[in-house]
């Protein structure tokens, strides 16, 4: 009896895990809890060439994020969930840049985009990617 229910609890505990990302890309990633604050989060440095330059290398570099998401910020295919398209100017339009830097501090729960800033690139370099992700609407 006792191993039954248990893994029925298992069985529902995964099925709630499995439910536990949003497959809209649209949905915010943040916790509800904390995405108003995160929605007033400006971006501290100013969009300059330079900037948006050292985000292009961040990018491509020590970043890894070309890797997932792609020459062409589309993204990639990966199993599961796959990456963000950065050319939607929908997406581009639904989110602030606090959100994506909460995302780039704590990674997207339940995918596999990591943890970055703080593990591989610095606060000001996340900044500077943030910066870097805004053209792909530019551009297209
Ligand atoms: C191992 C693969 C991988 C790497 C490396 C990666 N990402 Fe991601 N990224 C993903 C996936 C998968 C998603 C979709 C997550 C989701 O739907 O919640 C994503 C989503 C995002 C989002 C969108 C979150 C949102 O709010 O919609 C941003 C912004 C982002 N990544 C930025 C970056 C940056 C910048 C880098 C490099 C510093 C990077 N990613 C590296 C896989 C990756």
């Not at 890309?25 to 900037?51: A, H």
């Not at 491509?60 to 993204?75: A, E, I, L, R, W």
């Not at 780039?104 to 990617?129: D, H, Y």
């Amino acid at each position: 009896m006792r191993t039954i229910h248990l893994i029925l609890i298992a069985a529902l505990l995964l099925a709630g895990l499995a439910e536990a990302f949003h497959t809209d890309p649209y949905e915010p990633r943040v916790p509800p809890e904390l995405l108003e604050k995160l929605q007033d989060m400006d971006n501290p440095y100013p969009p300059t060439p330079e900037r948006i330059e050292t985000g292009l290398e961040i990018y491509f570099g020590k970043g890894q994020c070309v890797t997932c998401h792609n020459v062409d910020g589309k993204g990639v295919e990966r199993p599961g969930h796959s990456p963000r398209d950065f050319t939607d100017p929908k997406w581009q339009e639904a989110r602030t840049d606090g959100e994506l830097m909460w995302v780039l501090r704590n990674g997207s729960p339940g995918t596999e985009m990591p943890v970055r800033v703080g593990k591989v690139i610095s606060e000001e370099e996340g900044w500077a990617v943030i910066h870097f992700i805004r053209t792909y609407k530019l551009n297209n």
